[in-house]
């Protein structure tokens, strides 16, 4: 209000007709930066609206995917467990066969000994029963 100067019978009306001019020119200019400023909040906010929206669906697709991750890891442990259990029964069917293969084994080598012994014993009774042996002894008695 200092700009305008008080004259006679009140105000320089060419003075208060300029600064009105300048007054709604100034609200002009600032009502179209406000509408601006509206447009670009709206702008943001769908812009935000937007992001928050990919945000969700990413954290559902994060979800999904730990999800079936979860699901397929404990499907792999579950093989993994059956496989390792196969080879665990396989392992052990393979050492009873071992087992009773050396049982055989065992009783093959000491049937072979009985009969060595018996061969040898048969070999030794022979050759103790035989003439030339009695003539030797006989011999070994007389000297």
Known sequence: MSEIKKQFRGYDM????NLIVDYESQIGKLKREVAALTDELEHTKEQNSLLQHRVN????????????????????????????NMILKESLDYVR????EMNDFKDQAIKF???????????LDTIDNSEVFNLINDEDEND
């Open 14 to 17: 060419q003075i208060v007709d």
């Open 57 to 84: 669906i990413t954290e559902k697709t994060n979800e999904e995917i730990a999800r079936l991750a979860l699901k397929e890891a404990s499907a792999l442990i579950d093989k993994a467990k059956r496989n390792a």
């Open 97 to 100: 066969s071992l087992s009773s």
């Open 113 to 123: 000994r009985s009969s060595v012994q018996k061969m040898s014993q048969d070999i």
